[in-house]
């Protein structure tokens, strides 16, 4: 992971940024302009922040990267995947993961302990955004964003590139009713009683998909220890949501 420094920091995979016609971020919670437990750049209109100012935030994001829309998901925790193929509108309703083959074209995914997991195929100059919590895990949105972008697109699995994001950590993930709510081929990532390393749950869902294990990265920082990112678990229902973003870049 790289960390940019400056009024809007940002983490960057290393994977991804050796890619010239590739822009992506994982930003903070810092460097906006929403106050008290949205401090500061919340990028939510759902949380309860005053709306003029999330729009604020978004702009920051947006003139950072000079794209030219910013395309996000409604994230009703699905295996559902949608495909930018024109100037769309957000939040793209039912939905969960974002494809695109259009430059200039920000995807974005909200977060506070959910993964955010990016994917390029450079090959194909195809771009991917997942939503993925616990229950995209066990619906399989990753399986099913990485099927899409082979039927739409013709990527193959081995070319793509993936990087999942600062979320909720094996040092958090307690789920005391693992037994109802998770499928038993999920118990064998339990590490500690009931929790739960769901970082590697996606990544062994990203390499039986296809994806070669040298070409994912995770960020390994838990989004509920780390105060710079916003935490549902950490701090409720009244919080912000921090931006995992992905954008080609205009290459005409």
């Known amino acids: 992971m790289l960390y940019k420094k400056g009024k809007l920091p940002f ?17 903070t919670r810092l460097g906006g302009y929403s106050h ?21 935030n978004l702009f ?9 829309n910013i395309v996000w ?6 295996n559902k995947v949608f495909v930018v193929e024109k100037d769309q509108k957000s939040p793209v309703k039912g ?8 430059p200039k074209i920000m995807l974005l995914i909200k977060l506070a302990d959910c993964q955010g997991i990016l994917l390029c195929d450079p090959v194909h100059k195809i771009i991917a955004a997942i939503h993925c919590g616990w229950r995209g895990n066990v619906v399989n949105v990753i ?26 950590g094996p040092c958090c993930g307690e789920f005391k009713d693992y037994k109802t ?39 390994n920082i838990c989004t509920v220890c780390d105060r710079r990112f916003f935490s549902y678990r950490r701090d409720g229902k ?15």
């Open 60 to 68: 920051l994001i947006k003139n950072l990267f000079a794209a030219k």
């Open 143 to 168: 399986e099913n964003t990485i099927k899409t972008m082979q039927n739409k697109f013709n990527t193959s699995p081995r070319d793509i590139w993936a990087g999942i994001s600062p979320s909720l």
């Open 36 to 56: 008290g437990r949205y401090a500061s750049l919340n990028i939510s209109y759902e949380v309860g922040d005053e709306p003029e100012i999330v729009k604020k």
């Open 95 to 102: 939905y969960d993961a974002l494809i695109t083959n259009l």
């Open 73 to 78: 998901s409604e994230q009703i925790h699905s």
């Open 181 to 219: 709510l998770l499928p038993k081929d999920f118990w064998q990532y339990k590490i500690n009683n009931c929790y739960f390393d769901w970082w590697t749950i996606s990544k062994k869902q990203l390499i039986a998909a296809g994806v070669p294990e040298k070409q994912i990265e995770i960020a």
């Open 11 to 27: 983490f960057q995979f290393s994977n991804l940024s050796h890619f010239s016609f590739l822009k992506h971020a994982i930003f």
């Open 238 to 252: 009244k919080t912000g949501r921090f931006a995992v973003v992905i954008m080609l870049k205009d290459v005409s």
